[in-house]
């Protein structure tokens, strides 16, 4: 997530053997940035004032793991809020995260992260930066490491063992790390428990219609504390899948009081893109 996105641990070696057909990714890309043809002329002052603001954040991560038959494919979205305010003479960006849905190219095939756990991932603002290129504003936010389900300094890695690890309990429910349903079927599901250093960076352009869309890059760090079941507890570590089309963002202007995660969720149908779904050739 978003998202700054928690990301499923996506073990299941057994998923392969399970006999889950492996859908392949959807088209590409999932966000259009037609209307970035649109903007006019405008002074970089213009561009900060017309940046400035709230808006209701949707983007999508895609990851894929190799695993024995198929590679597993996922796509974590997320959902939230990002306001841009000018900080000594700085565009700064913050971002709050709401909830997060993860879809699975396997059939039958779920998890999910309770909203407490995605509420709890709270990235550092972050200085970004504005340039114009080719006639077109962009916005670069540059990757701000943040922790979640794991004590410690941010700005160093993850450690390799989970003996060294000190884990915290940010979704309350007296588990290390943050804990991760899953469902491979109507037989098999548990959970896990996972701690992870968040490194997402933006890059981003602000379109005519006052949205501002593009892509993310994920270099986040992850580690398993645990599972109900030692089917699930292994060190998978799923790689964000390279075609940008498959990782948008997607940043809509609201209203400054428009700030209740609920409320922001009885809109997203109006307000953003369609979910990416995997579906059959």
Known sequence: MRSQNLTLYSLLLCAAACGNPALPWPASPLVSFESAQELGPMTREQALERIVG??????????????????????VVSYGFTEFRIVDGELIESDRFCHAEHRINRAGMQSSLSDRATRAIAPPSQKVRVSK??????IHRPASPSLIGIKGDATKPLPKDRKEADFSDPDGDKKPGVTVQIRVNKYIKGEVYLARREIFENRLELMADGSIRGTVTDRSEQLVAGASSCLFDSDADPKQASDPGLNPIVLIPIDESLTSCDELMKQASALFPPVPEFEAP
């Open 54 to 75: 709230r808006y209701a954040h949707f983007d999508v991560v895609a990851y894929e793991e190799p695993l024995r038959g198929a590679p597993m494919r996922t796509f």
């Open 133 to 138: 290129k080719e006639g077109r504003w962009m």
